[in-house]
């Protein structure tokens, strides 16, 4: 048995002295490419990593509601009658969030029976690398399963969306629920937001001798704070102002006229979207056509654009990329929603440890914290476990 399945096993049993119906898992994710898009009906091209939240759940004979976890002393309650949005906060928000949010996608929680859940997870917190809709995946498959309500994973998805913008307050898209739940070993997902028509593509980094490297920068952020809200805004307005109901409808032949018609700040926070989209298609392209070694310059034109044009990188990311390119990572970029968080490094496996030493060297000489470095596989999404 794992870490996690030993001590979710045990947390659910010391909890609510009792054994759990079964155990379900559901990985973090890191953003290869195609950022800030997924709520402007763009493309995006994560993968599931292997990294997970394993969670114990178990049905009750009543209509209660327990969740515990190993990362708070509390245990969470209240009846199924009383979740709503408004009632929840803290951690327990996603999970509870989750099982509102599926009354809002057909489960009838007048008749459903009440749970009890404990959650362990190996998903670094507050990384940009989705320990939250690890969470609300894992449940959200869990639930799926025990209240029998054969909801597809597209529909799981945004279900860990809705629980995410309505009980947690975070205004996020729908990509990293899709990746943590139609993630695939050793590939990555290519997902149109606009139709959710999602294609598992092969990365083929180990027989490129590839690794993805995380930088976790370890400067925190939170959507539901912020920025992020008023990037959102922003890509809002320029759609209005542009006569389209999304930047999904713009390409970048419209960036002539949308440099005449917008304001300076919104005409940069559209052209990222669009030339972000457009780099999406290109990666996927390029990595069908030429293999993973030939997307660096994508990945970092990437970084590019968020930093100087939608204007969500802070200095520790750029100087991550910067050390990482230069010590001969082929391709790097902030990931995830910006303001803190990690990078990504595509990075000859050899010189992982010359790249890791370079950041952590280039960190401490500009007096930043500490900064955490480590390889991420591309893993299958949320899944039962074996009992
Ligand atoms: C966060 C959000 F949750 C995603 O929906 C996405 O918008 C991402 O930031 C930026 O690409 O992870």
């Given at each position: 048995m794992s870490d996690l399945h030993q001590t979710v096993t045990t947390g659910f049993q010391t909890r609510f002295d009792t054994e759990p119906t079964g155990l379900w898992s559901a990985p973090g994710r890191v953003n290869l490419i195609g950022e800030h898009t997924d709520y402007n009906d763009g493309f995006v091209f994560p993968f599931a990593i292997d990294r997970r939240t394993v969670v114990a759940l178990g049905v009750r004979a009543d209509r209660l509601v327990r969740v515990a976890s190993s990362f708070a002393e509390e245990t969470v309650e209240l009846s199924l009658d009383d979740l709503t949005p408004e009632n929840l906060e803290g951690w327990s928000a996603y999970p509870l969030g989750v099982a509102w949010a599926l009354g809002q996608f057909g489960a009838d929680l007048a008749a459903v029976a009440g749970f009890e859940v404990f959650i362990d997870s190996?998903?670094?917190?507050?990384?940009?690398?989705s320990s939250s809709a690890a969470i609300e995946s894992a449940v959200a498959v869990a639930l799926n399963d025990v209240w029998q309500l054969g909801l597809d994973r597209r529909v799981l998805a945004r279900v860990g969306q809705l629980a995410e913008n309505r009980a947690v307050g975070a205004p996020t898209g729908i990509m990293d629920q899709s990746a943590s739940l139609l993630g695939r070993a050793d590939a990555a997902v290519f997902l149109d937001c606009r139709s959710l028509a999602a294609e598992v593509i092969p990365l083929g980094f180990d027989a490129a001798g590839l690794e993805l490297l995380i930088i976790d920068t370890r400067v925190s952020h939170a959507h539901s704070t912020g920025g992020y809200a008023s990037r959102r805004a922003s890509c809002e307005k320029g759609a209005q102002l542009m006569g389209?109901?999304?930047?999904?409808?713009?390409?970048?032949?419209d960036l002539a006229r949308a440099r005449d018609l917008l304001d300076d700040e919104t005409f940069r926070r559209v052209r990222h979207v669009v030339t972000e989209n457009q780099r999406v298609l290109d990666t996927v392209r390029t990595l069908r056509e030429q293999?993973?070694?030939?997307?660096g310059a994508l990945l970092d034109a990437s970084h590019v654009s968020m930093r100087?044009?939608?204007?969500?990188?802070v200095s520790e990311l750029d100087l991550a990329v910067e050390t990482a390119r230069a010590t001969g990572a082929i391709g790097a970029r902030m990931t995830g929603g910006g303001f803190g968080g990690a990078a990504i490094a595509l990075t000859p496996h050899a010189l992982i440890p010359a790249v890791t030493a370079a950041v952590t060297a280039a960190f401490a000489a500009r007096g930043f914290g500490t900064p955490d470095l480590f390889v991420v596989r591309a893993a299958d999404g949320a899944a039962r476990e074996q009992d």
């Amino acid at each position: 048995m794992s870490d996690l399945h030993q001590t979710v096993t045990t947390g659910f049993q010391t909890r609510f002295d009792t054994e759990p119906t079964g155990l379900w898992s559901a990985p973090g994710r890191v953003n290869l490419i195609g950022e800030h898009t997924d709520y402007n009906d763009g493309f995006v091209f994560p993968f599931a990593i292997d990294r997970r939240t394993v969670v114990a759940l178990g049905v009750r004979a009543d209509r209660l509601v327990r969740v515990a976890s190993s990362f708070a002393e509390e245990t969470v309650e209240l009846s199924l009658d009383d979740l709503t949005p408004e009632n929840l906060e803290g951690w327990s928000a996603y999970p509870l969030g989750v099982a509102w949010a599926l009354g809002q996608f057909g489960a009838d929680l007048a008749a459903v029976a009440g749970f009890e859940v404990f959650i362990d997870s190996d998903v670094p917190i507050g990384a940009g690398l989705s320990s939250s809709a690890a969470i609300e995946s894992a449940v959200a498959v869990a639930l799926n399963d025990v209240w029998q309500l054969g909801l597809d994973r597209r529909v799981l998805a945004r279900v860990g969306q809705l629980a995410e913008n309505r009980a947690v307050g975070a205004p996020t898209g729908i990509m990293d629920q899709s990746a943590s739940l139609l993630g695939r070993a050793d590939a990555a997902v290519f997902l149109d937001c606009r139709s959710l028509a999602a294609e598992v593509i092969p990365l083929g980094f180990d027989a490129a001798g590839l690794e993805l490297l995380i930088i976790d920068t370890r400067v925190s952020h939170a959507h539901s704070t912020g920025g992020y809200a008023s990037r959102r805004a922003s890509c809002e307005k320029g759609a209005q102002l542009m006569g389209v109901s999304s930047l999904r409808d713009l390409d970048v032949d419209d960036l002539a006229r949308a440099r005449d018609l917008l304001d300076d700040e919104t005409f940069r926070r559209v052209r990222h979207v669009v030339t972000e989209n457009q780099r999406v298609l290109d990666t996927v392209r390029t990595l069908r056509e030429q293999g993973p070694t030939a997307i660096g310059a994508l990945l970092d034109a990437s970084h590019v654009s968020m930093r100087d044009d939608f204007e969500i990188s802070v200095s520790e990311l750029d100087l991550a990329v910067e050390t990482a390119r230069a010590t001969g990572a082929i391709g790097a970029r902030m990931t995830g929603g910006g303001f803190g968080g990690a990078a990504i490094a595509l990075t000859p496996h050899a010189l992982i440890p010359a790249v890791t030493a370079a950041v952590t060297a280039a960190f401490a000489a500009r007096g930043f914290g500490t900064p955490d470095l480590f390889v991420v596989r591309a893993a299958d999404g949320a899944a039962r476990e074996q009992d």
